[in-house]
């Protein structure tokens, strides 16, 4: 299964990196950086932490890899849109269907708004996920697109994270780490300029 899942991901990697919004150049550079400093960031730290926890590293790393699908193509909510198109995947290219529920949950579940990750797959997505927004890489990308301060940009974003770090992070082991990265965010953007 796992070079079906690597198929699965080339597929996915192409859906942002050639973007399917049409000639927008700074809509292309948005995703192809989203691609590679949030959602591989994503996969990457859910599967470590699914061997960490020893969670379902199929399951993980097809949840990851859909969780914010649909923003590729602007759909909001992305997490009830994106939980809809990977599921509808998975089930098309013969997923089975316990696999594909799993993941639809993972997704919808990875904001921890509407839904709460119940099972431990959930909740290292939803981890994982707001443990890459806490890396500098996403922020100077899209900075460097949307052609604004980087650390502005932090600073407009620390009570996202603070409020992610709260709600999304369900490992003490990785809430200690965040909270050290969130301690040098404030300190390298936020009080310099209080």
Same mark, same amino acid.
């Given at each position: 299964?796992?070079?079906?899942?690597?198929?699965?991901?080339?597929?996915?990697?192409?859906?942002?990196?050639?973007?399917?919004?049409?000639?927008?150049?700074?809509?292309?550079?948005?995703?192809?950086?989203?691609?590679?400093?949030?959602?591989?960031?994503?996969?990457?730290?859910?599967?470590?932490?699914?061997?960490?926890?020893?969670?379902?590293?199929e399951v993980v790393h097809l949840g990851a890899l859909f969780h914010d699908f649909?923003?590729?193509?602007?759909?909001?909510?992305?997490?009830?849109?994106?939980?809809?198109?990977?599921?509808e995947y998975l089930i098309v290219n013969w997923f089975n269907q316990t696999v594909?529920?799993?993941?639809?949950?993972?997704i919808l579940k990875h904001r921890c708004k509407k839904f709460i990750p119940e099972?431990?797959?959930?909740?290292?997505?939803?981890?994982?996920?707001?443990?890459?927004?806490?890396?500098?890489?996403?922020?100077?990308?899209?900075?460097? !697109?949307?052609? $604004? /301060?980087?650390?502005?940009?932090?600073?407009?974003?620390?009570?996202?994270?603070?409020?992610? @770090?709260?709600? %999304? !992070?369900?490992? $003490? /082991?990785?809430?200690?780490?965040?909270?050290?990265?969130?301690?040098?965010?404030?300190?390298? @953007?936020?009080? %310099?300029?209080?």
């Amino acid at each position: 299964m796992q070079g079906d899942i690597l198929e699965i991901e080339k597929y996915v990697r192409n859906i942002f990196v050639e973007s399917p919004q049409g000639t927008d150049q700074k809509r292309k550079k948005l995703l192809k950086n989203f691609w590679e400093n949030h959602t591989k960031e994503v996969i990457d730290l859910s599967l470590e932490l699914a061997k960490k926890y020893g969670a379902d590293r199929e399951v993980v790393h097809l949840g990851a890899l859909f969780h914010d699908f649909s923003l590729a193509y602007d759909r909001e909510p992305h997490d009830e849109v994106s939980s809809h198109l990977a599921y509808e995947y998975l089930i098309v290219n013969w997923f089975n269907q316990t696999v594909a529920e799993k993941v639809r949950d993972i997704i919808l579940k990875h904001r921890c708004k509407k839904f709460i990750p119940e099972t431990l797959e959930e909740k290292i997505v939803s981890t994982a996920d707001a443990i890459a927004h806490f890396i500098p890489a996403f922020y100077k990308g899209a900075a460097e !697109v949307a052609r $604004e /301060d980087y650390a502005e940009m932090i600073r407009e974003n620390i009570e996202k994270l603070e409020d992610e @770090y709260e709600r %999304k !992070v369900f490992f $003490e /082991d990785e809430k200690k780490i965040l909270k050290k990265y969130m301690k040098e965010f404030k300190e390298n @953007y936020y009080y %310099k300029t209080k």
